[in-house]
């Protein structure tokens, strides 16, 4: 069964923590970079000691020695999912697989606010298919010794059957056709994501910014 993944996108660590007072069950959170800088390793640690699962999403891009030496960090303080970039190529994905040990390390592949047009612009050259882009560098990561990749909805079809059924697939921007699609470009219900192979399913406004967070947390479960 896949799993629903909350991303407490919120100003602070105080506002993290009522909201997942307000989530029965919960058992995966990420923290991305804005709340993670502001709180660092110590709301980690509270959500730990909760039972909670962690995904550490700071999509390390660096050096190979750099990368690997976060990723230790991460090992070291218990989270349970890291991510890093592919763009980052083999050397440094190799490396920080290495330094992984129990930490499921997922590439990110490209990111759902880009569509073709966009990536064409960071490339350099034209893309005329998202979904090549996406399964070139997921087949990397997964070469290289990634438990998994982080990578659109749209992609899904293309990548499970690339990868095979064992690599994890993080699939963020999943929408409802209610809800506003906000930064990201490429989005997908969650459903959608469960049936095309999807193993984990990012929420993140949807839930924070719902009047009831707790209801659409458990609807969203129960429809898994």
Known sequence: MAELVVAFDVPSGREALALARR????????????LYVREGPALVR?????????FLDLKWHDIPSAVAGAVAAAREL?????????????GMLAAA????????????????????????????????DVGCEAERLARLAVQAGMRGVVASGAELPLLRAALGPAPWIVV???R?????????ARTIALQDAV???ATHLIVGRPITRATD????YQRLVECL
């Open 23 to 34: 989530l029965p069950g919960l058992r995966w959170a990420k923290l991305g970079p804005g």
């Open 46 to 54: 509270e959500f730990l000691a909760r039972g909670v699962h962690l």
């Open 78 to 90: 218990g989270v349970a999912m890291a991510s890093v970039h592919c763009l980052g190529g083999a």
């Open 97 to 128: 697989a290495q330094a992984a040990g129990e930490v499921a390390l997922v590439g990110v592949t490209i990111l759902t606010s880009h569509d073709a047009a966009g990536l064409g612009q960071v490339l350099g050259r034209g893309v005329p």
């Open 172 to 174: 963020p921007g999943i």
């Open 176 to 184: 409802s056709p209610a809800d506003p699609v906000y930064d990201q």
């Open 195 to 197: 049936r095309g192979g």
């Open 213 to 216: 967070p707790g209801g659409v």
